[in-house]
C-alpha cells in the first residue's frame, strides 16, 4: 500500500532577487487551501522574517527539503486576486523580474510590511434636526459651517471651501447640532451643472461613452489648451452615473492637487489621490478605498497603475507621452503601457491624452490599435500663441538672457501679464570654471579623464552638486590646480536666472519653480497662488512645462535649448519637440494673446523649422519616417542589459558572457555591445551595457526567457551589480 501524498504547501513569492516561489507549511497543521492564494503571510526567511503572498497551492517538492511552517497568515481574504493578480503576474513574465518583488512594488509600504487594511471609509457631516431648527440663531463660524451642512458634504469638500472648519465643526457636533457620518461608496455629495463641449470636446466624449463597458485605447490628441480635461471629465461623469471607478493618471505630483481640486469642484464626489507626496498610511488608506470600492474616482501617478479596481469603468492616462510614467529602478514597467493591459483585462475602455503622443502611441493609432479623437482648436477664447525665434549669435547674453528678451519681459509686465523663463537645469551655474587654468570642478565619484561630469554650482555660487550621484562639498576658495583665484560659474541655471531678473525687475515677484523649491508637500501650488493675478515672473524647470492652467501667463521665454539639438539620444529629438510644445502651450490660455519666445544659437535647425512650419504633427511624421529607416523603436523593440561594478573590466566580462549565452537561442536578435555606458562611469562605478534589439516582440522575450537562468547562474553575475530593462526610454 502506497504512502498517502503529503499535504499540499503555500508556494509564496518574496520580495526578494530570486525568480522562484518558495515552500512553506501552514501554520498549526491548517490545510493549504485555492482561497489563501493572494493573502499576505509572514515566514521565517534565513535568519529575518519577511512577509510574501502566498502565489499558489501545490504539492512540496520532493527533492527538496521539508518545508518549514509560516508564522501566520495576516489576511482573512486575499489581498490580491482575480484581474489585478493576473496582471501583476503577466507584468512579472514582461520584465523578466521575480513575481515578489513585483507583487511587493503594487502593494502600498504598510501592507508590504504585514500592518493591516486601514479603515478607508469617506466620512461626511450634516446637520441634525436640531442643527436645522437652531440653524437661524448660530452666528459667526458656526454659522457658515452650518449653512454649508444643510446637505451631506464630505469632508475633502470641507477641507478645500472651508479651510480651519473642524474647530467648528466639533463644536456642532459637542452641541448636537451636527453630525458626522461615513459616506455611501460612489455617493454624490453635490451635484453641479455640467459643462457644455464643444463640438470636438462632445464628440470625443461620445466615442469614450459608447464604448463602456468593453475595451477600446483612444488616443486624445488636443492641441495645449483644447479642453481635454473638460473631455475626461464627461467620460468619468458618465462612468460615475453607472456605479462604476475611474483611475486618472498624471506624470507629476505637481499636477496632482490642480487636478484634484479641479475634479472635486466638478464630479461631486471625493476623489482620491495617490502620489509619493502622501504619508504611508494615506497611501495605505487610499488603496485600501480602492479595494473596497469606496473610491470611486482617484488621480496618482505612476505607481496609482497599481491600485485594485473591482468595480472598474474607465482609466485616463493624461500627458501619455511623459517618461515619468517609465520607472527607472527596480522593477521596470512602464504605467502607460501597464494600464493598456489592465483596461484590456478589465474590459474598460482608456483615453491616452496629449498634445504631443508619443511616437509609439501614434504608431498604434495609425495602425488602427486605438482610435484616434482630435481637439483641433483651443477652447473658449483663447488662441494659439504667436511663435517668435530668437537668435542669439553674437549677442550679449546675462545670465544667458538676450537684450530683446529682457525687453520682450518688461512689455509683457507693464501690460499686466505674467511671464514664464523656461530653463531645463536648476542650480546656479552649470560648471565651475578657472578663468587663469582652465580647471572646471568635476565630480570625483562620476567620470573619469576621458569622460569628466561637472558639478553644478548651487546657492549662489556657495556649493557644487553632482545632479547624477547626489555628491555635494562647499566651493574652493582657490583653484586646486593653479592657485588662483578667478573661479567663474559658467552658464546658467535655473537660481542664476532667478537672481538676475529679481534684480533687474525689482518691481514683481520673481519665483523659482524647480527641484528644489517644491520639495515640500504642496510647494508648487503654495507658489503659484503667492504670485496670484499679479504680474510677475516665474522661473522654472520642465515640472512647469506640464498640464498647468496659468490663464494670466501671457509670455512664455525658452532659453537654452540648444543641447538638446544635438543629443546622441534617438529619441532626443522627440523629447525636445515635446517640451517645446508643452511649454508654449502654457503661454495665452484665457483671453489675453499669448507669446512664445525661443532663444536660440541655431535657429536654422531642421527641428524649429518643422515645428514652427507644421507643429508637432509635422515633426511626427518626419521622425517616424527617420526611425523606420533606422529600425529603431517603434519599429523595432529594444531591451537592456546593464552592469556595473567598482572594478572596470567586470561589467563587460559579464556582459560577453551574457551575450554568448543570448546567440544561441535567438538569431532574429540582434545584440549590440558590449559597450561602455553613454555615462561610464558614475557613483564610483564602471558603467557598461548590451542592448538586444528585434523587429518582433515574441522572439525577443523568447530569447530572454531562454537565457536569463544560464545568466543569472554565471560566476560574473555575483562579481557585479546588473538589471535587465525591457522597452527602454533612456539608453544611459
Not at 9 to 26: G, S
Not at 661 to 680: C, D, F, I, Q, S
Request: net charge positive; proline share 9%.
Amino acid at each position: 500500500m502506497s504512502a498517502p501524498a503529503p499535504p499540499d504547501v503555500w508556494r509564496i513569492a518574496l520580495p526578494v532577487p530570486l525568480p522562484t516561489l518558495f515552500d512553506y507549511r501552514p501554520p498549526d497543521g491548517t490545510p493549504a487551501l485555492p482561497a489563501h492564494v493572494g493573502c499576505r503571510v509572514r515566514v521565517p526567511f534565513g535568519t529575518r522574517e519577511r512577509v510574501g503572498v502566498v502565489a499558489e497551492i501545490g504539492p512540496p517538492d520532493p527533492d527538496a527539503p521539508e518545508p518549514r511552517p509560516a508564522l501566520e497568515r495576516l489576511d482573512a481574504r486575499p489581498l490580491l486576486d482575480g484581474e489585478l493578480l493576473a496582471s501583476l503576474r503577466w507584468l512579472a513574465r514582461y520584465t523578466h523580474a521575480p513575481l515578489g518583488e513585483v507583487l511587493a512594488t503594487a502593494l502600498p509600504t504598510l501592507l508590504r510590511q504585514g500592518e493591516p487594511v486601514p479603515d478607508a471609509r469617506d466620512w461626511g457631516w450634516r446637520l441634525t434636526e436640531a442643527g436645522r431648527t437652531a440653524l437661524p440663531r448660530l452666528r459667526g463660524g458656526p454659522r457658515r459651517l452650518a449653512e454649508a451642512l444643510a446637505a451631506l458634504t464630505a469632508e475633502e469638500v470641507l477641507d478645500a471651501d472651508h479651510p480651519g472648519w473642524r474647530p467648528a465643526a466639533r463644536s456642532l457636533l459637542r452641541r448636537g447640532l451636527a453630525e458626522r457620518v461615513p459616506l455611501a461608496a460612489g455617493a454624490f455629495v453635490q451635484r453641479p451643472a455640467p459643462h457644455a463641449l464643444n463640438a470636438d470636446q462632445q464628440a470625443a466624449a461620445d466615442a469614450v461613452r459608447a464604448a463602456q463597458g468593453r475595451f477600446a485605447a483612444f488616443l486624445l490628441e488636443g492641441v495645449t489648451g483644447s479642453g481635454k480635461t473638460e473631455v475626461y471629465l464627461a467620460a468619468i461623469a458618465d462612468c460615475l452615473t453607472r456605479g462604476r471607478q475611474a483611475l486618472v493618471l498624471v506624470p507629476e505630483i505637481g499636477l496632482t492637487p490642480q487636478m484634484l481640486a479641479r475634479f472635486r469642484a466638478r464630479l461631486g464626489v471625493p476623489v482620491h489621490a495617490l502620489h509619493s507626496g502622501l504619508s504611508d498610511g494615506e497611501r495605505a488608506r487610499t488603496w485600501a478605498a480602492c479595494a473596497g470600492g469606496e473610491a470611486r474616482v482617484v488621480v496618482g501617478t505612476r505607481s496609482a497603475v497599481f491600485l485594485p479596481l473591482p468595480e472598474a469603468g474607465l482609466i485616463v492616462i493624461d500627458e501619455e507621452h511623459d517618461g515619468s510614467y517609465k520607472q527607472l529602478d527596480g522593477i521596470r514597467y512602464h504605467a502607460r503601457d501597464f494600464a493598456l493591459v489592465r483596461a484590456k483585462a478589465l474590459a474598460v475602455p482608456v483615453v491616452l491624452g496629449s498634445a504631443t503622443p508619443a511616437l509609439e502611441t501614434l504608431r498604434n493609432a495609425a495602425l488602427g490599435r486605438y482610435v484616434h479623437l482630435r481637439l483641433p482648436v483651443r477652447a473658449g477664447a483663447a488662441r494659439p500663441p504667436r511663435v517668435r525665434v530668437l537668435d542669439v549669435r553674437k549677442r550679449p547674453l546675462e545670465a544667458g538672457l538676450s537684450p530683446e528678451l529682457l525687453a520682450a519681459i518688461r512689455q509683457a509686465l507693464d501690460a499686466g501679464g505674467q511671464v514664464l523663463v523656461f530653463r531645463n537645469r536648476r542650480g546656479y551655474a552649470p560648471v565651475l570654471l578657472c578663468h587663469d587654468c582652465g580647471w572646471s570642478a568635476q565630480c570625483r565619484r562620476c567620470g573619469d579623464a576621458e569622460h569628466g561630469h561637472a558639478m553644478t554650482v548651487h546657492a549662489g555660487g556657495r556649493r557644487l552638486q553632482c545632479h547624477h550621484c547626489g555628491s555635494a562639498q562647499r566651493v574652493p576658495d582657490a583653484c586646486p590646480a593653479c592657485g588662483g583665484l578667478a573661479l567663474q560659474p559658467q552658464g546658467a541655471g535655473t537660481e542664476r536666472i532667478e537672481e538676475t531678473l529679481a534684480a533687474r525687475f525689482a518691481d514683481v515677484p520673481v519665483l523659482r519653480i524647480d527641484r528644489s523649491t517644491t520639495q515640500r508637500r504642496d510647494a508648487l501650488e503654495r507658489h503659484l497662488a503667492a504670485l496670484g493675478e499679479r504680474p510677475g515672473i516665474l522661473v522654472g524647470t520642465q515640472m512647469l512645462a506640464k498640464g498647468h492652467d496659468l490663464p494670466h501667463l501671457t509670455l512664455v521665454a525658452v532659453v537654452g535649448i540648444d543641447e538638446g539639438l544635438f543629443s546622441a539620444d534617438f529619441r532626443a529629438p522627440e523629447k525636445l519637440a515635446q517640451l517645446l510644445i508643452q511649454v508654449a502651450g502654457r503661454a495665452g490660455r484665457s483671453h489675453r494673446a499669448g507669446e512664445v519666445v525661443l532663444q536660440t544659437h541655431h535657429p536654422d535647425h531642421p527641428l524649429l523649422a518643422t515645428l514652427l512650419a507644421g507643429g508637432y504633427p509635422a515633426f511626427a511624421a518626419a521622425e517616424l519616417a527617420q526611425r523606420e529607416a533606422a529600425g529603431f523603436p517603434p519599429f523595432a523593440h529594444l531591451a537592456l542589459l546593464r552592469a556595473e561594478a567598482k572594478q572596470a573590466d567586470l561589467p563587460e566580462a559579464f556582459l560577453r558572457a551574457a551575450r554568448a549565452l543570448l546567440a544561441a537561442p535567438a538569431p532574429a536578435v540582434t545584440a549590440h555591445g558590449p559597450l561602455p555606458a553613454p555615462m561610464p562611469r558614475r557613483a564610483g562605478f564602471r558603467r557598461a551595457q548590451l542592448l538586444l534589439a528585434c523587429a518582433e516582440r515574441p522572439p525577443l522575450h523568447a530569447a530572454l526567457d531562454a537565457a536569463l537562468p544560464a545568466i543569472r547562474a554565471l560566476p560574473e553575475a555575483r562579481r557585479v551589480r546588473w538589471s535587465l530593462d525591457v522597452d527602454p526610454v533612456d539608453l544611459y
